[in-house]
């Protein structure tokens, strides 16, 4: 009878594409995005995206000293359509980009904003992407300029920012591998729309 190519012990009942074999069903949801990393198009990854439970701590989420409400939001909300497309476009060279690179990017993004400097995170995945995030959101932002002026057009990437990072923490399953994020960009923004 044959095992579980992982545990070596319980019947194999799915077929792991990443593994490109057998695993059983346990070892699927203990070692999914922890030491197999999952194809997007797998069905037990989007299954388990279904089920997973984020729990939101306010006083946790980043930038907290950020004030967002819901009048910023509708007032930005083209700009944060715009950026998170811009965001997913940046990570497309990179397939298996995880959430933690996406959120180390959104972190020099929103320091960059911040401080009013340029910051490169640390990491090369999420260098690679801050590089070409910037690429494309340069126009954006000159031509936010161009047609707007004051507090709102200085403000407005800051805030946009931080709440995609915001949104990037909610994201997080706590898996070393986790791309909940970054699948949630790539369903909502498809390649070629931005």
């Known amino acids: ?10 019947k194999p009942k799915r077929y792991c594409t990443a593994r490109g074999e057998d695993i059983c069903t346990q070892c699927c949801a203990t070692e999914r995005e922890v030491t197999i990393n999952c194809p997007f198009e797998c069905p037990y990854l989007r299954e388990s995206r279904r089920h997973e439970k984020r729990h939101l701590d306010e006083v946790s989420m980043p930038y907290a000293e950020v004030r967002i409400d819901n009048d910023f939001m509708q007032r930005a909300e083209l700009v944060l359509m715009l950026m998170a497309a811009f965001l997913n476009k940046a990570l497309q060279p990179v397939p298996n980009a995880t959430d933690a690179d996406a959120r180390e990017a959104l972190d020099a993004i929103v320091v960059s904003f911040r401080d009013g400097k340029e910051t490169t995170p ?7 992407i801050v590089e070409r995030f910037r690429e494309t959101l340069s126009g954006l932002i000159a031509e936010l300029k161009e047609r707007e002026s004051g507090p709102f057009t200085d403000t407005a990437f800051l805030g946009v920012a931080v709440f995609m990072a915001r949104v990037a923490h909610g994201y997080d ?18 390649e070629g729309s931005a």
């Open 173 to 190: 399953n706590g898996r070393p591998r986790g791309r909940a994020y970054v699948h949630y960009l790539r369903e909502t923004f498809p």
């Open 1 to 10: 009878m044959a095992a579980c190519t992982i545990c070596e012990t319980r």
């Open 122 to 128: 640390e990491g090369e995945i999420a260098a690679g």
